[in-house]
């Protein structure tokens, strides 16, 4: 999370270290009858985000989800089923369950097909929020491979030049490997800011800037609302005509297609809150060229960028990937900040489902 203003800090939340939290994590998911090894992959995934600095689809989301299950709008256990298959592609049902779970299978599955033709992938329909989408490219890397992977949902962006809501903040992600250099993962919503920062915003009691959402007046809003109406609409990427916000608009309506239309889960206008479809991508890069060359070539690109002259003001150049492997690096020595507000729900909720506390 780039935006010094909604950073956590020593008054607003407390360290935990990591492993905790996924021992917390874990439990809390069980609790709610999650079996063990969903509920380790949902709380490898949560854990990876609040170490990445993405807090917004960090830990703090684990009690959300625990009460999505115990209102039966998730169905566990799930059952992730192949409904179409080929060498290359599939189509999976995330059974309604933990969106978590089948974007997971479905880059496995995406990375196994890429290991024996060269590409793989995979759209998922019935399926649930995933969370940071950059955990799922992540995986590909991790086997030498591009990962890319996207996910939809319910409207909450206007399109360019319009005033109602009609597209989800519908992120991409993009992971590579690099040799000696860190990874490049570059993982967006398409909207101004992924929505999460609105929600942390209202809960910090800070003002939005400029550009992140409009009143269906196409006055700038500055006052974080935790609703979702006809009355105001996110930006898309870009903000403005001027400042191409056409493009970020045709980003996530590709997203809706690889993941919505191509899986028949549904667009955003069709999809309610906390529905999302997931589409998954792994490329094998030993198909193309020899994987150390590959590497040594993007360890080339990214320290020609780091060594670009900052504009006057700033430190340094940056690639994507960067901010959030200095927030990990702080954070597995350190211990990782939860939001006081969400620390003591997760605890009031484990407590309430009678599982052990480890934070
Ligand atoms: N599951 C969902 O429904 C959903 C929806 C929207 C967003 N999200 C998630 O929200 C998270 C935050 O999204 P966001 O759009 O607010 O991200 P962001 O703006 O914080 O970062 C976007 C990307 O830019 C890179 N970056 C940041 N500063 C940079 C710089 N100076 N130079 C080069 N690269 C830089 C980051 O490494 C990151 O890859 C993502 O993990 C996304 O997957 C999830």
Known sequence: MALDYLKLNDTNSILIPADDLHKQVSAILQGVGTPEAHAEITAKILVSSSLRGVETHGVGNAVRYSESIEQGEYTVPQSVDVITETDTTALLSCGD??????????????IAKARKHGVGMATIRDGHHIGMVAAYPMMAVAEDMIGMAMTNASKAVRPALGARPRVGTNPIAFGAPAGEERDFIFDMAT???ASGKI????RLGVQMPVGWAVTAEGEPLTEPRGDRGEDWAMNPLGGTREQGSHK???LGLVVDILCGVLSGGGFGTQLSAGENMTWTMAIDIAKFRDVDDFKAMMDDMIRELHDTPPLPGE???LVAGDPEADFQEDRLANGVPVENS????????AIQLGVEIFI
Do not use: N, P, W
């Not at 969400?342 to 909720?349: C, G």
């Open 97 to 110: 369950g933990l969106g978590f779970v089948a974007a997971h299978q479905g880059m496995e599955m995406s």
């Open 191 to 193: 909207s101004t800011i």
């Open 199 to 202: 929600a942390l915003a209202k």
């Open 248 to 250: 970020g608009y045709g």
């Open 315 to 317: 430190d340094r150049v």
């Open 342 to 349: 969400q620390y003591d729900e997760m605890r009031a909720r």
